[in-house]
């Protein structure tokens, strides 16, 4: 599988979408924030919360591209912020998998 950073890295998304979630980092909770998003423990592995956060946000990247009228831009930020804020805690370097 590819490494979640380099996932991130290779998104492609409006660049005011990118801007709004990166201020958001500064107000990100894991305790808060992982659970309502994700359904998962703030005792979850980055890794794990990590996959689960980018296959919701590519799903709503679907949804955001095809005009769907159910499409929330506050919920794509929150999903950006969460994965930005996950992919920090993830470890660096090459056994990092």
Known sequence: MTH???VLSS???PRLLVRAA??????YNRKR???R??????????????????VQEEE??????SGDNSYRVSQHIELLVALMAEC?????GPRAA
Not at 22 to 27: F, S
Not at 37 to 54: F, K
Not at 60 to 65: N, Q
Not at 88 to 92: E, I, K, M, T, V
């Open 33 to 35: 924030d992982l659970a």
């Open 4 to 6: 979640p950073l380099t």
């Open 60 to 65: 709503l990247e679907e949804v955001r591209k």
């Open 37 to 54: 998003l994700t359904g998962q423990s703030p005792r979850a592995s980055s890794a794990r919360v990590v996959e689960s956060l980018i």
């Open 11 to 13: 998104l492609r998304r």
């Open 22 to 27: 990166r201020h958001g980092l500064a107000d």
């Open 88 to 92: 920090r805690l993830l470890p660096r």
